[in-house]
């Protein structure tokens, strides 16, 4: 596979793992290395690692060909400023001059966004958001965070700071958040609060099939054995999925109407969920929006894990 030159050098900082890769505008990656994150270590030994990957994938490859560095970190992030600010993943990083930082050590440009910002750019270029411009992507993993594509552009707002869909109240009295409000939807129907509710039930319920999937261990259950148990009849787990499925109906009625998108488009592990999920969330949506916005297709997003490395390749598109 021969790539054309220039290049893009996509960034993946993670809470976990550290991914890098050499692409092409068309997101043809040429080359590319990974490693784990290790937050504990602290703020220092992270950058150290990040900059001795970047340095990998660049080796050989003179700056001309280079457009830049494209980083997607964890949020909330200034977009604008280059500054990551306190994400809840990377523990003790307050207010960190990435850019500035990187720019400095490796004589490069380079673009911040956080995560689900630059995953909904990854859709808009290069999945089931091209050609379009209105876009609203959601990503629903441990967090949920998205993106809004509003106009042909990806929507940043003061400071780079909008878009964080997850932080929507929908239960002023639900259950607490990592942000510490209460009642968001990410509180309520990411895979993290389907873990939660799914412990509760195993508790409730010592004989179920969820308590079987986990060999009664409530610490065990995630979301994705959640809904196993739920495609298995177990009656709690059902609920459970429902239950979030409604909250993501809810949320996405919220989008809809604030952000009039030509399509909605849900990635994220527990998307991977399919109908039992999306089913639930188009009827919700039906039942909630105006008339205007019924016909609007809520679909799974196309691409996977690579879609945040894609859209920090779209920073510099
Ligand atoms: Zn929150």
Redesign the pocket.
């Known amino acids: 596979m021969v790539a054309k030159r220039p290049l893009v050098i996509a960034v993946d900082l993670g809470g976990t793992q550290i991914r890098v890769a050499l692409s092409d505008l068309e997101g043809q990656f040429l080359r590319r290395v990974a490693c784990p994150t290790e937050a504990a270590q602290g703020q220092e030994a992270v950058m150290r690692r990040l900059v001795a990957r970047i340095q990998e994938v660049r080796q050989g490859i003179p700056d001309k060909d280079i457009l830049g560095v494209g980083i997607g970190s964890p949020g909330p992030v200034d977009a604008l400023a280059g500054l990551i600010i306190s994400p809840p993943n990377l523990p003790g990083w307050e207010e960190v001059p990435l850019r500035d930082f990187l720019e400095q050590r490796l004589s490069l440009p380079v673009r911040l966004a956080n995560d689900a910002n630059a995953a909904a750019l990854g859709e808009w270029a290069f999945g089931d958001g091209r050609g379009r411009q209105n876009v609203v992507y959601v990503t629903i993993s441990t967090g949920i965070g998205g993106g809004v594509i509003a106009e042909g552009r990806l929507l940043l707002g003061h400071r780079g700071l909008a878009g ?1 869909v ?4 929908l239960l002023p009295e639900g259950p607490r ?6 009642g ?4 309520l129907a990411s895979g993290t609060a389907i873990a939660r509710d799914g412990a509760e039930a195993v508790r409730v319920h010592p004989a179920s099939r969820l308590a079987k999937l986990c060999e009664k261990d409530p610490e065990r259950v995630d979301a994705r054995m959640v809904a196993t148990a739920a495609g298995l009849g177990d009656r709690a787990a059902k609920e459970i999925i429902e239950r979030a499925a409604f909250y993501c109906g809810v949320g996405v009625a919220n989008l809809l109407h604030l952000y009039s998108p030509e399509i909605v488009l849900i990635g994220g592990g527990v998307s991977k969920m399919g109908d039992i999920l999306f089913t639930t969330v188009r009827q919700v949506v039906l039942e909630r929006v105006m008339r205007p916005y019924r016909s609007v297709p809520i679909e799974p997003a196309a691409l996977d894990v690579d879609v945040g490395l894609l859209g920090t390749v779209a920073l510099f598109l």
């Open positions: 964080e997850g932080h929507m109240t958040c990592n942000c510490g409000n209460y968001c939807w990410e509180a």
